[in-house]
C-alpha cells in the first residue's frame, strides 16, 4: 500500500482557483508533494496521462474519464449566474447574427464545450470552431467571435473594445435555471485506490484551504489587484460570484450539462459522478 514517491498535485493556474489553492500549504499535513500549477486543458492532460495524481481539472474532461477518475467531494469551481470569467466576445449581437466562425481559447475543455451546446442547442447554429491563444485581437482577426477563459477573459472584459460579450454562466443560469460546475478536483482511481491516506491528506488539506480563504479573502483580493490589474471592488465582486463547494445545485447543472453532451455528440458515454470516499467518516 502507499506510494514511495512524492505525490504530485495540480492546480489551475487561473484567479479562480485561488481560494482553493491558496494556503494549501499552510493545512497539508503530507510531508511530500509537489504543486504544479498550469492552464486548465494542460493539467487535463497530465491527469490523463498519469503525470500527476491528483489534479482541478475542466469537468468536461472529468466526465471522458470518469471510469479512471474519483472526484474529491465539496470542492469546485462553479457558479450559479454569472462567471465573470467565461466569455464570448461578439462582433455583432447574436440575436442579430450567428457567429460562423469562432476562435475558442487552447486553455479550456468544459467551456468549449459549453459554448457547443449553448450555439447548438439554445440558438440553433453550428459554427466552425477554430483552436487559438487566448488574446483577444489576434482571435477575432478572421472570426466573428472568440471565447476566453480565466484571468485573460478577465482582463479583456475590462478593456473598451466595443465587441458584445456573453457570460456563459449567465447564460446557461438563465437557460436551465441551474448553476454550472467548471471544474472539478479529481484523482486518478489508480492512486486512490492504492494510498487513500495520501489523497485523503491532500483532500483535508484543500477543504481546510477553501474554509480558511472563505473568511480571509482580502489577501487573495490584494494579491489579484498587483499581479492581474481590477480594483479590490472587482475581485471581491469575483470571489463572492463563484462557488467553491459542489453543491446539489451545481451538481444538478453538471449532471444535465453531461447529458446534453451526450446527446450531442461531445462524449461518447452516460457520466455518473462517482466520489472518493472521505477516510475521516468510515
Ligand atoms: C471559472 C472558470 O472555470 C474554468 C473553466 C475551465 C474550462 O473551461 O475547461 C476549467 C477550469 C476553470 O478554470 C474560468 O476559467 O474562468
Excluded at 67 to 88: A, C, E, F, T, W
Excluded at 169 to 187: C, F, P, Q, S
Aim: glycine content about 6%.
Amino acid at each position: 500500500m502507499g506510494i514511495k514517491r512524492p505525490i504530485t498535485i495540480g492546480r489551475i493556474d487561473y484567479a479562480n482557483a485561488w481560494p482553493l489553492f491558496h494556503q494549501f500549504e499552510e493545512h497539508a499535513s503530507i510531508n511530500s508533494y509537489e504543486v504544479i500549477s498550469r492552464v486548465p486543458s494542460v493539467l487535463n492532460r497530465m491527469l490523463h496521462n498519469g503525470e500527476l495524481d491528483v489534479s482541478a481539472i475542466s469537468s468536461f474532461s472529468y466526465g471522458q474519464n470518469a471510469n479512471d477518475y474519483v472526484l474529491l467531494p465539496q470542492l469546485s469551481v462553479g457558479s450559479v449566474g454569472d462567471v465573470n470569467s467565461i466569455l464570448l466576445f461578439l462582433k455583432e449581437p447574436i440575436e442579430r447574427k450567428r457567429p460562423e466562425r469562432i476562435a475558442v481559447t487552447t486553455t479550456s475543455a468544459t467551456s468549449i464545450n459549453l459554448l457547443k451546446m449553448i450555439m447548438m442547442m439554445r440558438f440553433e447554429c453550428t459554427p466552425e470552431y477554430v483552436s487559438a491563444e487566448p488574446v483577444l485581437d489576434s482571435m477575432l482577426e478572421t472570426t466573428d467571435a472568440a471565447l476566453i477563459i480565466g484571468d485573460p477573459a478577465i482582463q479583456a472584459s475590462w478593456k473598451n473594445h466595443g465587441l458584445h460579450v456573453i457570460d456563459l454562466g449567465r447564460l446557461w443560469n438563465e437557460w436551465t435555471g441551474l448553476g454550472m460546475t467548471y471544474a472539478v478536483v479529481a484523482a486518478r482511481k489508480q492512486v486512490a485506490d492504492a494510498a487513500p491516506e495520501a489523497i485523503q491528506a491532500v483532500y483535508e488539506a484543500l477543504i481546510a484551504s477553501k474554509q480558511y480563504n472563505k473568511t480571509h479573502l482580502e489577501p487573495l483580493i490584494t494579491i489579484a489587484c498587483k499581479q492581474l490589474g481590477g480594483d479590490s471592488k472587482y475581485w471581491d465582486r469575483y470571489f463572492h460570484s463563484l462557488q467553491y463547494d459542489f453543491g446539489s445545485k451545481l451538481q444538478e447543472g453538471l449532471r444535465l450539462y453531461f447529458r446534453y453532451a451526450k446527446q450531442l455528440g461531445l462524449l461518447s458515454h452516460d457520466v455518473e459522478l462517482t466520489f472518493f470516499e472521505d477516510q475521516s467518516a468510515q
